[in-house]
């Protein structure tokens, strides 16, 4: 099956810094991909969705200037959580799909912010 | 518009016994309708998914799932309950486009 691999698959970071998370497609090539955020024992909550070189198509009440995603290759989206704060510890999944087929997901990226 | 809600946020079975996890969608377009494993800090596993055809599908692990159309459910159900189902559950719905909309999960735990 399609892989999908998320890195890292955790990380730390400072309060007021910028954290990116990459999310790649290994072994296709992903016209589409999308940002979920998990809160604990809370269900996936879309953040965006993304197609390769256009621009992200944000969800109401995500913050375009805060979660910047660029889907600038056929196998590569980044989500850049930028001056991080506590409330933005959370698990952020991504999943990638291609031309409108099933999406696969890749295991996920748990930032905590100190 | 879609949701999707899943009654039981904890169910909980015996090694053996049945596991049944309920499911229901609304859905504005022709629905196609997935389960997901989530175990700890990790991402999802699809266990089956619906799209068209065969409303009964089977997925790995020995997991099942009917699409009723006329109770819009796709309840999930295994006959017999190991340890390592233990885990997190997820009924999501889609149209055509695979842009997913989540249940709220149902924690499944397996008592020896």
């Known amino acids: 099956g399609a892989v999908v691999s998320q890195h890292p698959s955790r990380v730390i970071c400072k309060s007021g810094t910028s954290v990116k998370i990459e999310c790649r497609s290994l072994d296709f090539q992903a016209t589409t991909m999308f940002w979920y955020r998990q809160f604990p024992k809370k269900s996936l909550m879309l953040m965006a969705t993304s197609n390769e070189g256009s621009k992200a198509t944000y969800e109401q009440g995500v913050e375009k200037d805060k979660f910047l995603i660029n889907h600038a290759s056929l196998t590569l989206s980044t989500l850049t959580v930028t001056s991080a704060h506590p409330e933005d510890s959370s698990f952020y999944i991504c999943?990638?799909?291609?031309?409108?087929?099933?999406?696969?997901f890749g295991q996920g990226t748990r930032l905590t912010v100190v | 518009a879609q949701s999707v809600t899943q009654l039981g946020s904890h169910v909980s079975v015996s090694e053996g016994a049945l596991v049944l996890l309920r499911c229901n969608y609304s859905s504005s377009v022709p629905p196609y309708l997935f389960w997901y494993v989530q175990y700890p800090n990790q991402g999802l596993q699809l266990l089956l998914k619906y799209t068209t055809g065969a409303t009964l599908v089977k997925g790995i692990n020995g997991f099942e799932a009917e699409f009723k159309k006329s109770e819009t459910s796709f309840h999930l159900t295994k006959p017999s309950a190991h340890m390592s189902d233990a885990a997190e559950y997820f009924c999501?719905?889609?149209?055509?486009?695979?842009?997913?909309?989540f249940g709220k999960g149902t924690l499944l735990t397996v008592n020896p």
């Open positions: 999501a719905v889609s149209g055509s486009n695979y842009k997913l909309t």
């Open positions: 999943s990638a799909s291609q031309a409108n087929t099933e999406a696969f």
